[in-house]
């Protein structure tokens, strides 16, 4: 059973699986852009966006679920057909993944996405080296999703680290030197194949005696199809969602205006990313708990004030400072582009951050069918609005994103009411007074700072650290992060650094 500082520990190192690729993307991309050219660069994010969902159906979170279920229980035996049939299921949809992208790759490219002649030929291309990458990612994501079964989050996190550390220097370098984005994909196929590799080997190793492949029984196979059948549900969802919209706006916008929207997207994606690293711990915590309310209550509480300390702060400052941001990480003729998509989707990342708590409780709950009735209302909502809202451009995409994704969000109180018999409205009114007080002197304090220096990187992060150090201090003697909190915060820092 997790401890409060074993949980917290597993999500510092949950964070670092954020931390290094976020600094290292933030680094490369207006390189990447700018060697690329924003056309170029908008595929290239066109078909990463493609490999992100379409195919990546989630089959290891099946793996972390009954891994860290039956792990050090009598039922451990299970664990090997449970792993043997999420390698099977990876490679029939992986394999799928080629064959459909294979065949439908001219038509995607010509058809639906619609883009410009000169780029007709390597986006193909692209998409027949994307299905390459979606299949090494699944079984990249299974042998991932074991190690977080494990809790050996540190283990996970340098993996992931050297992958991504090896993926960002790889790319930077390709574009650097004039390659297109066929050859920047290619590396990326290459490096997540050896990062699998790297996974199955330390999976093995950690459950030397569990059998892999020793067979697969109707029990195991049936538990590992139902459970991932809410997940592949939302995953196809999403898939005809970033189609609609990435699609759109390449064939009416042009794929340079695709560039500013997923650009100033990334912020967001950033910040979920981040929110997610600190999550990873959650489903496998809740599995090992399934039966017991006040323990599942008390990680659910600490790790929505966590999130939502996280992504008010963030929130607040792009809210009053993305203009000066994305002026000095892309340039001034970038941000007058991108600033009000950027403020847009930040919002839209952050009530999806939020309720990503209640989102990962679900699926180490068992009941990712859930996830996939709020996927549902989300994505009905989200394209309504799109196909509305076409003459307003990238802003009324990112708001029609913003209005739909918002259900994510509300979806919390109807798991609170499911899982705990009630809504604790207590809990969110006190915590939001919090934190709104401490948003809004941030705030206040930025806007000033801003005024006063001069426009630059010392300057930009010297206010952003006061106003950080003003909104800590406002929490920290509010009572926000209460004393046990503290002491496992403070407990698990020394165990990660000594």
């Avoid at 990463?48 to 035996?77: H, W």
Wanted: with cysteine; glycine share 10%; charged share 10%.
């Amino acid at each position: 059973m997790q401890t409060g500082t074993n949980v917290i520990r597993n999500i510092s190192f949950g964070a670092l699986t954020w931390v290094g690729p976020m600094a290292l993307s933030l680094i490369a991309t207006p390189y990447i852009v700018g060697a690329l050219g924003l056309a170029s660069y908008g595929i290239y994010a066109l078909v990463l966006g493609i490999i992100s969902y379409s195919f990546n159906f989630g089959v290891g979170r099946a793996a972390t679920k009954y891994v860290a279920e039956y792990q050090g229980t009598d039922e451990r035996a299970k664990i090997g057909p449970i792993v043997a049939s999420s390698f099977v299921l990876s490679l029939g949809l992986g394999a799928f993944a080629v064959v459909a992208i294979g065949l439908l790759a001219p038509w995607l490219v010509n058809d639906v996405l619609g883009i410009e002649a000169q780029y007709r030929t390597s986006a193909i291309t692209a998409l027949y080296i994307a299905s390459g990458v979606i299949i090494v990612t699944l079984l990249n994501q299974l042998f991932g999703s074991i190690l977080q079964g494990l809790h050996r989050f540190d283990l996970y996190s340098k993996l992931f680290n050297l992958s991504n550390l090896a993926v960002v220097v790889g790319n930077l370098a390709l574009a650097l030197s004039g390659y297109d984005l066929t050859a920047l994909l290619a590396w990326n196929l290459g490096v997540l194949a050896v990062s699998a590799v790297l996974n199955a080997a330390a999976s093995k190793r950690l459950l030397s005696d569990v059998p892999f492949f020793s067979g697969i029984d109707r029990s195991s196979l049936k538990k590992v199809l139902f459970y991932t059948s809410g997940v592949v549900g939302y995953q196809l969802l999403g898939n005809v969602l970033l189609l609609f919209e990435r699609g759109y706006i390449t064939r009416v916008l042009g794929s340079d205006q695709l560039t500013y929207y997923v650009v100033a997207m990334a912020i967001g994606l950033y910040l979920h990313g981040f929110s997610t690293s600190l999550l990873l711990a959650i489903a496998p915590v809740a599995s090992e708990q399934t039966g017991d309310k006040e323990r599942l209550k008390k990680l659910y509480d600490r790790s929505t004030k966590l999130i939502a300390m996280i992504v008010v702060f963030v929130t607040a400052v792009l809210l009053v400072s993305g203009g000066e941001f994305l002026t000095l990480w892309m340039g001034t003729e970038f941000a007058s582009e991108a600033t009000s998509i950027l403020k847009v989707h930040t919002v839209t990342f952050a009530l999806l951050s939020i309720g990503g708590v209640a989102w990962f409780m679900r699926e180490g709950l068992g009941v990712p069918k859930h996830n996939l009735i709020v996927s549902g209302i989300c994505f009905v909502i989200t394209l309504s609005l799109m196909l509305s809202t076409t003459a307003y451009g990238n802003i009324g995409m990112a708001l029609s994103r913003l209005a739909g994704f918002s259900v994510m969000f509300f979806s919390v109180f109807a798991f609170e009411r499911w899982l705990f018999g009630k809504v604790d409205f207590g809990f969110w009114l006190g915590n939001s007074f919090k934190l709104l007080i401490a948003a809004v002197l941030l705030a206040l304090l930025l806007f000033f700072l801003l005024q006063m220096l001069p426009l630059g990187w010392p300057g930009y992060i010297a206010a952003v650290a006061c106003g950080g150090i003003l909104y800590c201090g406002i929490l920290w003697f509010s009572g926000y992060v209460d004393a046990s909190e503290r002491s496992a915060i403070f407990n698990a820092v020394r165990s990660i650094t000594t």
